[in-house]
């Protein structure tokens, strides 16, 4: 029996940690947390310096914590001593500290210890293992006060807005705040106005190709002029604010001679980057990957705690996923050092090895995010990793590597030339030696992406005095752009750059504020919803000092004195709590206040002449009619389209509620809404529980409805056919539906009739009278069922051929297409085992017959 027993938080990591430490150790996974505040109450006693009341974590549908805690107390009892080898982190600590308290015997007492190691290697652990040490109380003591912090806020603001909107809503010390981020970037679009503005550029050829464009640098004493061009504009050439002024100058340059006056080219190094920190790994795998940023963080969970790897068993492929810190142990730097010199060769070998500063608040305990063996290329480990595993693997491996390698050279050049009282300037780069890039470069935003390209050109051999041809000069209309809309990857630098959260928190904040409601991804970019956005100014109206940036990236700065053992937690909680304690008596009048609060608008009802009122909501704000209750008319409220040409490029887009607003709602746009296909009456933009769509304002006599998809599609109008209905009589019409187009009658929902697609074949089970027909699942997938459904379960995921077996005579066929094969065919019968080529294909179409709506 194992003297030891070493409690990690996952299977994967105790699997690992396992081989490492031989028969005399026991490891087990504790899950995660096994103790935390009650899920239901506040569990903090408020009076007496904050106490928390932990209790363990009850059992769920997917966990059994209950088995887990008394499977680790068994083990601890017949053991001789306890290890404690959560993840080095406060999240890390806190689970140790839980463990003590339940798990390690106290009577008799046994000795427990704390062990870390900042990556999962042989060296790492056993050294770890050879001088344990105890639990920091300060790491402790900061999550305590950071899991307090937001049980405070949340279950004391949290009612508050339920109570005021409705629903299921919620409020946190940092979501909160980043969602304000999202909001307020969303008004600055929707408020920017757009500057017209010119630049002038000059098509030039010298003696030698290849011809080049100049851009127009200084006029007369006049250089290089920003002033009102703030946003979206390059700052490397005279901007002109109207077309008359760029015209002049046009004709006036069309008639000088062009000469270069000065040719300049300098060396240029571009030094590489630091390895990765969390933040930015979150970044680069956002830009480069695509990945969202918890799934970033997942599947560097999985590099961490170690990766099956055939004969070497389970290894941990990269060092600790969330630090803030630059440092490289001497080891790996040694390690890395003797690989570039052997692979890349001397000349992309520094003379001593790179160290990079860490910002100033960096907690420095970890080191950063590199790979456990620069010897385990990228290539060596792909068969053992899946393609998302190898892709981020990939980009840690290069980022390290390329982190110690010597910079890369340009040859950077400058041409003025002289047009008269004018001065054109053209820039290129040339690479004289690739250093660190020849193995990685970092990502970068659209703007700076760019201005890189413009700066690589190319351009041709020029002496000073040379007199160029003049090709073409001519002025570009350009416009002024909103700032773009946030993506994981900005939105993360932004949290960084302010000091709000910290990185291991970003994930948990952006899936927060998207499974809230609070916003919607479009391509790629956080929109903010209605209900986000009232949310949002609820909580700004009454916890201003609470919900902005200043004050949570100093409660950050505190949590880390707490770490630090600088501050004592209940002291930073009390200092806290008295602010706090007066807003909230604040807010419980304010939002009621809001909540009863109808504000006038120029909306006039369109079923009963009314004015129009706005009102909060369950979604948000919305229209409603002011004779509620005798009038339950409601509307979305139009959302202004922002007036910048290059929004959509920048992500200003006008957002799926604006342009569901413009094309529906008659009151907003002075427009005439849409007409019910059904009935005649007006269509109006309304929101339920799945998003918005457009509903008939006949409702309840008329129950007819358009989905609006989540890019602001909204599905087609229904389509009237030259069918009739074989159980009412009326027309059949063409419907667009959540799994695609159908057929149905048209006075649904009073006639549920729906036409089926049939494959044609008779359903084969014994007495069974129905029709093989196609279904989709709920989530979209196609697959072939009875038409007698629920009486027959007959199911096939593979389409069904009128076809007999030519082995056992089964009535029909299955058809399937696979890579490897084509499109074979197969028995119906499992027994039979039949398969065979499938014959070319020819123009048939399937037929369609009609037939009762069966659930699906």
């Known amino acids: 029996m194992a003297k030891n027993l070493v409690i990690v938080e996952s299977p994967a990591k105790a699997k690992t940690i396992g081989k490492y430490l031989g028969k005399d150790f026991r490891v087990m996974a504790s899950l995660g947390h096994i103790k935390d505040l009650p899920s239901k109450g506040l569990g903090v006693d408020i009076e007496h310096d904050f106490e928390p009341t932990y209790e363990v974590i009850p059992d769920t549908k997917k966990r059994n914590n209950k088995k887990t805690v008394a499977e680790l107390k068994k083990a601890a009892k017949e053991a001789d001593a306890i290890y404690l080898a959560a993840d080095p982190d406060r999240e890390g600590e806190a689970i140790c500290q839980h463990l003590a308290e339940e798990i390690v015997p106290k009577r008799p007492k046994k000795p427990s210890f704390r062990v870390m190691f900042n990556e999962i290697t042989k060296r790492a652990v056993q050294d770890a293992f050879r001088e344990p040490k105890q639990i920091d109380s300060n790491l402790v003591d900061a999550q305590q006060a950071r899991r307090v912090l937001d049980r405070l806020v949340g279950y004391k603001v949290s009612p508050l807005l339920c109570r005021t909107v409705g629903g299921k809503l919620s409020a946190g010390r940092v979501q909160s705040v980043a969602l304000r981020m999202v909001v307020e970037r969303e008004r600055e679009i929707e408020a920017f106005v757009k500057t017209e503005y010119w630049t002038i550029g000059a098509n030039l050829a010298a003696k030698l190709p290849p011809a080049f464009d100049a851009r127009l640098f200084k006029v007369g004493e006049q250089t290089v002029k920003t002033s009102g061009f703030d946003q979206g504009v390059k700052k490397n050439e005279i901007l002109i604010g109207t077309k008359d002024a760029a015209d002049e100058i046009v004709r006036e340059a069309e008639k000088q001679t062009f000469t270069v006056s000065d040719v300049s080219t300098k060396e240029r190094k571009r030094n590489p980057v630091p390895p990765f920190i969390t933040s930015k790994l979150q970044q680069e795998a956002s830009r480069k990957l695509g990945f969202a940023v918890k799934k970033t963080m997942m599947l560097a969970q999985k590099l961490y705690e170690g990766v099956e790897m055939g004969a070497e068993g389970a290894v941990g492929l990269i060092t600790y996923m969330r630090t803030d810190s630059t440092r490289v142990s001497e080891t790996a730097l040694g390690e890395v050092r003797d690989f570039i010199g052997v692979q890349y060769g001397a000349n992309y070998l520094p003379e001593k090895a790179v160290h990079y500063r860490s910002k100033k608040d960096a907690q420095d305990a970890h080191e950063a995010i590199r790979p456990t063996d620069v010897a385990h290329t990228p290539e060596s480990v792909a068969k053992f990793l899946n393609p998302e595993q190898l892709k981020l693997y990939r980009l840690i491996w290069q980022r390290f590597v390329a982190s110690q390698m010597t910079a890369a050279i340009f040859d950077q050049t400058t041409i003025d030339i002289e047009a008269g009282r004018f001065l054109f300037r053209a820039t290129g780069s040339v690479q004289k030696f690739d250093g660190f890039l020849r193995v990685y470069e970092e990502g970068r935003d659209e703007k700076a992406q760019d201005d890189d390209d413009e700066a690589a050109r190319s351009l041709p051999a020029v002496e000073k005095g040379e007199q160029l041809k003049l090709n073409s000069v001519a002025p570009e209309q350009h416009f002024t752009e909103p700032p773009p809309r946030y993506t994981e990857a900005t939105l993360v630098k932004a949290l960084e750059e302010k000091g709000i959260g910290r990185p291991s928190t970003y994930a948990a904040i952006m899936t927060t504020i998207i499974d809230r409601e609070y916003v919607e991804k479009h391509e790629g970019r956080f929109h903010p919803t209605a209900l986000g956005t009232t949310v949002n100014d609820l909580l700004v109206a009454s916890f201003n000092d609470l919900f902005n940036e200043t004050y949570t990236a100093r409660m950050e700065e505190e949590l880390d004195e707490i770490e630090e053992g600088k501050r004592k937690w209940t002291t930073a909680l009390k200092e806290f709590y008295e602010k706090f304690a007066k807003d909230l008596k604040t807010a419980e009048s304010e939002m009621r206040a809001a909540k009863q609060q109808a504000i006038p608008t120029d909306e006039i009802c369109e079923n009963c002449g009314a004015g129009m009122v706005i009102k909060f909501g369950r979604f948000g704000q919305f229209l409603s009619c002011s004779n509620y209750p005798e009038c339950r008319t409601t509307r979305e409220i139009a959302k202004p389209a922002t007036a910048s040409a290059g929004d959509a490029a920048s992500g200003g887009a006008t957002s799926v509620s604006a342009?569901?607003?413009?094309?529906?709602?008659?009151?907003?746009?002075?427009?005439?809404?849409?007409?019910?296909?059904?009935?005649?009456?007006?269509?109006?933009?309304?929101?339920?529980?799945?998003?918005?769509?457009?509903?008939?304002?006949?409702?309840?006599?008329?129950?007819?409805?358009?989905?609006?998809?989540?890019?602001?599609?909204?599905?087609?109008?229904?389509?009237?056919?030259?069918?009739?209905?074989?159980?009412?009589?009326?027309?059949?019409?063409?419907?667009?539906?959540?799994?695609?187009?159908?057929?149905?009658?048209?006075?649904?929902?009073?006639?549920?009739?729906?036409?089926?697609?049939?494959?044609?074949?008779?359903?084969?089970?014994?007495?069974?009278?129905?029709?093989?027909?196609?279904?989709?699942?709920?989530?979209?997938?196609?697959?072939?069922?009875?038409?007698?459904?629920?009486?027959?379960?007959?199911?096939?995921?593979?389409?069904?051929?009128?076809?007999?077996?030519?082995?056992?005579?089964?009535?029909?066929?299955?058809?399937?297409?696979?890579?490897k094969e084509g499109t074979v065919r197969l028995c119906a019968n499992e027994e039979c085992g039949y398969r065979g080529e499938a014959p070319p294909p020819t123009d048939v179409t399937s037929r369609i017959s009609g037939s009762q709506p069966a659930a699906s």
């Open 659 to 819: 342009n569901a607003a413009n094309a529906t709602d008659d009151g907003a746009n002075g427009e005439e809404a849409e007409a019910c296909e059904l009935c005649g009456k007006p269509m109006a933009l309304k929101r339920g529980r799945f998003g918005q769509f457009l509903g008939c304002t006949g409702y309840p006599e008329c129950r007819n409805i358009r989905k609006i998809s989540k890019s602001g599609v909204v599905a087609a109008a229904p389509i009237p056919l030259d069918e009739k209905c074989p159980v009412d009589g009326a027309n059949l019409v063409r419907r667009q539906g959540r799994f695609g187009e159908f057929i149905s009658c048209s006075n649904y929902p009073t006639c549920k009739y729906i036409k089926r697609e049939t494959t044609g074949v008779a359903c084969s089970r014994p007495g069974c009278k129905g029709e093989i027909v196609v279904k989709k699942s709920k989530r979209g997938k196609m697959f072939y069922g009875c038409s007698e459904y629920p009486k027959c379960d007959a199911v096939y995921w593979d389409k069904p051929i009128a076809e007999p077996c030519p082995n056992c005579g089964a009535p029909f066929l299955l058809e399937k297409t696979t890579k």
